[in-house]
């Protein structure tokens, strides 16, 4: 697992080249372990690793053999040894251990689709020097993240994370009022959007191709296809496929040169990745959870009786507000703009005990987005069918701030920057979906490329990344995934039992007492929290003279907003602090980086 940067002149002007080397200084949580470069004058690829496979012979960038091909990756690539033996029998042997290595000889052999061959989770970078062509590249599920940005003076640059991209002298720190809008709505900015204008996330799935002289060229090689065919197969078949394909992706998963663990909810999905990796491994593994003051929010006694059943070597971290305000930050500063899911306080503390005694973990992430797992389902499942699917669905899924009071507090200046405001911002989504299959199924592919790998893997990959260790989650392997899609969500989502089919299998490797307990999401006592311990840090914040200057809002109404919280609110006027406590960091963090940059 690494952080990467580069920086591609595209026949411009010569590279910043000191930018690399600060943007890897400012993700050395991502890389602690070692760095590299690759430096001329027409591009800088640069790295900072955290050594999982090849301790010793894994160091990047990675070359091609007659040196002419340049390559730098982000993530883990699990067929590694299959790709080397593919090669090999093409006449390209793979010099090394690691899994980075393959990756420019399978471009010189497959070209740009050579990602499609690829098993794992990854973002990467090719350079191909004699061609001057950039090619960018993203795993299918969007597990790994990059961004990029077209600089002032031409080229392009890079980065894994946010911040480290906005090192580069030659991007704008201007904000998207569009961003703003969704992020206000959905809590999250969606890709391909970031917060500022100049810069976007490359979405997963997707290689981007970019040569000196030519229009850059984008393309999808992989896609969530929810069909819903698999209407007649006997439902004894479909449990022993799912079965053996979570069996292989998580056999898939244990590859490991350092200490390997699991984080255990207590809940259905990592429960049964904990118990199938302990079988396979057979022998017991660290697993780590975290617990809440409140009795309400408190999972741990679930997780510590998993652990007893599977034999393993459990942790527990207890969650308190004072936990909560200091991690606010933290979850800022490695997102490097507004993100307003609680959630991630706790993933935060869950990673950072882990790295006490682990460096990889597995976790049971991306269950509900393809077994139809979320409440939500069940609730656009019983709405009267009376207006558009985008529309009912918006309806309980935008849970930030929702329209009457976006109306409330928008100032007329920012609103008329936000085009055809209020705007549905699904629309678009459910149009590339097949309107002749389900709703549910067509709610689940929407949620698929949107709120999967925007809000959840987001916090997956930066909270886990902020405490340098790297998250492998089993149930987004795409081969399970492929087959999952054409089971029909009526088969998943059957009355209240959600994903159905995913019990039956549990029930080979659990007790019942798992299987039979209310679903509960990794959450926090964020009502409580709101309405003591941080009700005077968030009114501080959201009523200082910064806030009501900002230009987004009409003063007196967020000063209403803020002084007359309502509990139905919590949601909104935790989204709104997450907005502008963002902007503090920004505007005290600014100079910090320049003088990076600068001493360089």
Request: contains cysteine.
């Amino acid at each position: 697992m690494c952080g990467i940067a580069g920086s591609v002149s595209l026949g411009h002007a010569p590279v910043h080249a000191p930018y690399t080397s600060a943007a890897c200084a400012a993700m050395a949580h991502r890389g602690p372990d070692e760095t590299g470069s690759f430096v001329t004058a027409e591009a800088a690829l640069a790295m900072c690793r955290l050594k999982v496979i090849g301790l010793h012979d894994g160091s990047q960038p990675v070359f091609s053999d007659d040196g002419t091909v340049v390559c730098v990756l982000n993530g883990e690539i699990y067929n590694h040894q299959e790709l080397r033996d593919l090669l090999a029998a093409r006449g390209r042997p793979v010099r090394g251990g690691s899994d980075a290595q393959v990756l420019p000889h399978l471009y010189q052999e497959f070209g740009e689709h050579f990602v499609e061959r690829l098993h794992g989770m990854f973002a990467l970078a090719v350079h191909d020097t004699r061609r001057d062509r950039l090619v960018l590249a993203t795993d299918r599920v969007g597990k790994k993240p990059l961004f990029y940005a077209r600089p002032a003076g031409g080229g392009v640059a890079f980065a894994s994370e946010l911040p480290a991209l906005m090192l580069h002298p030659g991007i704008g720190r201007e904000t998207d009022p569009v961003a703003i809008d969704q992020y206000l709505s959905y809590r999250v900015v969606p890709a391909p959007h970031t917060i500022y204008r100049q810069v976007r996330k490359l979405e997963p799935a997707t290689v981007l191709v970019l040569e000196a002289g030519r229009p850059e060229r984008r393309r999808t090689y992989w896609q969530f296809d929810f069909t819903a065919e698999l209407t007649d197969v006997p439902q004894a078949e479909i449990d022993d496929r799912i079965d053996a394909l979570l069996q292989q992706a998580v056999q898939d998963r244990l590859e490991s040169e350092v200490p390997l663990g699991a984080m255990l909810s207590g809940g259905l999905d990592s429960s049964l990745v904990v118990a199938l990796a302990t079988r396979q491994l057979g022998r017991p593994i660290h697993t780590f959870s975290v617990g809440f003051e409140h009795a309400a929010f408190d999972e741990s006694e679930y997780a510590r009786a998993v652990a007893e059943h599977c034999g393993t070597r459990h942790h527990v971290y207890r969650i308190g507000a004072e936990d909560a305000r200091e991690a606010v930050d933290t979850v800022l500063t490695h997102m490097g703009e507004p993100y307003a899911f609680p959630s991630a306080i706790a993933a935060s503390c869950m990673y950072k005990l882990a790295r006490q005694h682990v460096t990889v973990v597995l976790t049971g992430d991306g269950s509900d987005e393809i077994f139809c797992g979320y409440g939500r389902y069940q609730r656009l499942r019983d709405l009267p069918g009376d207006s558009g699917l985008a529309d009912r669905y918006e309806h309980v899924l935008a849970d930030g701030v929702p329209h009457p009071l976006k109306n409330r507090l928008y100032a007329p200046d920012f609103a008329a920057r936000i085009p055809g405001h209020p705007h549905n911002y699904l629309r678009a989504r459910f149009d590339r979906t097949d309107p002749s299959v389900p709703d549910l199924d067509r709610a689940m592919q929407v949620d698929s490329r949107f709120w999967l790998s925007d809000a959840q893997l987001v916090k997956i990959d930066r909270m886990s990344m902020a405490h340098s260790v790297e998250p492998r989650s089993p149930l987004l392997d795409h081969r399970l995934i492929d087959y999952v899609t054409r089971v029909p969500a009526a088969r998943k989502l059957v009355g209240a039992n959600e994903k159905a089919p995913l019990k039956r299998v549990a029930a080979r490797y659990l007790p019942a007492s798992v299987l039979e307990r209310r679903k509960q999401e990794l959450a926090v006592p964020l009502e409580s929290w709101l309405g003591a311990e941080l009700r005077s840090s968030i009114s501080d914040t959201l009523l200082s003279e910064a806030s009501l200057e900002r230009g987004y809002f009409r003063p007196d109404a967020l000063r209403s907003a803020v002084r007359e919280f309502r509990p139905e609110h919590t949601y909104a006027l935790w989204t709104l602090y997450m907005l502008e406590r963002w902007h503090h960091l920004q505007e005290n963090g600014t100079a910090r980086e320049a003088a990076a940059v600068a001493h360089v």
